[in-house]
């Protein structure tokens, strides 16, 4: 069985090409798109490889299964997909790492007393249909199957469409307590899209929980009108209007401890040079570890966009597009994971994950692994190969003590 | 013959379901796409309809002639593309005109001493390979066939690409000093862009000059990164850096008289809602009836860009995409055409058209009908029926007096 000589950093270079920007060094690797449908391919082959049972869920979840699907199983595993130029790293470096920490077990003779699965959660990152962990709101109905197959993208395909072509039936998307009763713990490892744990010069840490985040969409409508013909003061421009909310933004963000808010897309409508657009689209990212500063937050910026607009003569609507309160990871998990990690740091995060989703419904835990560069949905996303490979150890040392 | 009981309204009616969006009533006729090669195609047999004959040069002009092709010939027409979400008249109500114009010459019985042309330009907006005029700069040699060829559409395909689809072989696109030696005289018949005949309650005017305008493009630089891990003060985020440059543009055209500055494309790289953008990429049309405030205007940007993304840790850099210099329109054609429409006001545009790249090299004139909404590019661009229908009779009593 040649997988027992297979290393994270070397798996991880045999997936390196697929979706890569060969300008830029980002990935796209949107959920269902060619290439995160030839990454699926290749972990389902990785899978067989090791000899696990393969099974695909109502939702789309990959699961790779060591043992018999039993309830109350040990499960970990992560996510394909990327954010647009996003890195190497954040996802596939936990289906890795799992796939190795089996290996890593079987070769110590480790003998499960229960079956244990390695999953591969679709849409995670939320930047084909807008709505991050996807997979994981889908399994504990956190999101209705009714609004996730209404769903579209950016070229106007339904999230049904785009799931039936990928071979899952838009019509069984749904919760699954099933499959949900079949994850008795639940151990997430991931890289760190932070400083954390290079301000401590430690390799990994265990995580303690996820900030509060959210999305909303801001709708600022003005009059669209001809570049050339239009006198400035006969204007209500909603681009000159949608960047000064833009700026208070970030301003009233940055007038809040630990508050972070992000404008990564905006989209003037029509979209011409010559053209002064009717109207702007823009979405916003907003994360407090007090899901009552995120709220009002939001709120404050609401507000104050509207009257921003008005005196450009043009007018803001704020809509909330998804919301995940602050989540503790589980306190005895914790405890064990910190005696199997021993010296580990204890980080909370500052990114959403499938972890954060399940946490919810069943006992979760991260493990983060150290980035150099601190930088995360870039191409300078990195980890060491030493530290790449080091964590199917770790993970192999959680997961064998938890078993 | 039918094409004797054809109207201005009436033509237009035919081609307003061509490319239209249901939803806003917006147009989308980019060069060579389905809408445009179908107007293309219709005004082929419109013409075949009266007997014209039609030729398609090396550029992609298409030239309907009533009468031999002879130089020095009497040429009227415009275009019939469009921006993304523009009106129903911008280019279309200049070319059908036209040809209800020769039917209206030919009901009242005028014998041509000279031949006459209609002709219908590629890519007067630029909205799709981003240099506005281009088949009339190709002709006249102002865009080296080179450079057209590399251009290239927000999907990645070439110019040479999408010209060869169109039947266009983009090998001979050139300067053609024959197809110019034909145009004796060119007269645009277009809707106004702007409120100049609203105010004189006036439904045509006779064009003076065209703003000198151009385009640049900016690139903001930042530091792509996680939107959740990134706390505010370690950021630089070229969305709001970029947002600051867009206020900034804005507020010196205010500063000028008579200045007009749009950012109407904005584009954040990668463009991800959970990621600040490593850098963003926005466009600026700048325009002024002196061309000296116009170059002010620009570098005052340029400058002042640089250090105001500099206070966000970013790097500002502005290139020029295209330049036209202020045109007048030919002083004894623009007094031909003030006899032969008697009481029209003369006004200045604040668009570019092809009439204003010919007019470097033959005598060229302008008549602009009338747009009660003063706002073009956009759904709301609009054109009384009766306006549009006598429209044809003007332009049949500038020709016929031309002729």
């Given amino acids: 069985m040649p997988s027992s000589t297979a290393t994270v950093s ?46 695909i869920d109502r939702n789309g979840i990959i699961w790779a299964w060591w043992g018999e699907p039993m309830p109350g199983a040990l499960v970990t595993g992560s996510h394909l997909d990327s954010v647009p130029g996003g890195g190497a790293f954040d996802g596939p470096l936990g289906v890795v790492s799992a796939l190795v920490a089996i290996d890593r077990m079987r070769e110590r003779g480790v003998v499960p007393s229960r079956s244990l699965a390695v999953v591969v959660f679709p849409e995670e990152e939320g930047s084909r249909f807008g709505v991050a962990c996807l997979g994981s709101r889908l399994l504990t109905g956190l999101l209705t199957p009714d609004a996730a197959r209404r769903l579209t993208d950016r ?16 019509e069984h998307l749904g919760p699954d307590p099933e499959a949900l009763a079949r994850i008795g713990q639940f151990v997430e490892l991931h890289v760190e899209q932070g400083r954390g744990l290079i301000d401590l010069a430690a390799p990994i840490a265990i995580g303690s929980s996820i900030l509060g985040h959210g999305r909303w969409k801001a709708t600022v409508t003005g009059q669209g009108n001809h570049a050339g013909t239009t006198l400035m003061n006969d204007r209500a421009d909603p681009v000159v209007a949608a960047a000064a909310i833009v700026g208070l933004i970030s301003e009233l963000a940055r007038a809040r401890d630990d508050a972070r808010a992000t404008v990564g897309r905006f989209e003037p409508q029509p979209g011409g040079t010559n053209v002064i657009a009717s109207h702007v689209d823009f979405w916003i990212d907003v994360r407090h570890p007090d899901d009552s500063v995120t709220r009002g937050l939001v709120d404050q910026i609401a507000v104050e966009a509207a009257a921003l607009a008005a005196s450009y003569g043009c007018d803001a609507r704020i809509a909330e597009e998804s919301w995940s309160p602050t989540v503790g990871f589980d306190p005895a998990l914790g405890r064990a994971l ?47 190969r030493s530290d790449a490979d080091d964590s199917a150890d770790v993970l192999a040392d959680v997961l064998a003590g938890l078993l």
Same sequence: chains 1, 2.
């Avoid at 979706?19 to 699926?40: I, K, N, Q």
């Fill in 155 to 170: 070229d106007g395909n339904t999230l049904a469409d785009v799931f039936a072509g990928a071979g899952v039936d838009p």
């Fill in 338 to 384: 910190a005696e199997l990690v021993p010296g580990a740091p204890v980080l909370r995060s500052g990114a959403g994950h499938d972890a954060g989703i399940l946490a919810a419904r069943v006992p979760s835990a991260m493990l983060f692994v150290r980035n150099p560069s601190g930088i995360s949905h870039s191409p300078e996303e990195f980890v060491e």
């Fill in 10 to 55: 070397g798996l991880l270079d045999t997936i390196a090409p697929v979706g890569r920007d060969g300008a830029t060094g980002g990935y796209r690797r949107p959920v269902f798109s060619h290439p995160e449908l030839e990454l699926r391919e290749w972990f389902v082959a990785e899978a067989g490889r090791r000899g696990l049972g393969v099974e």
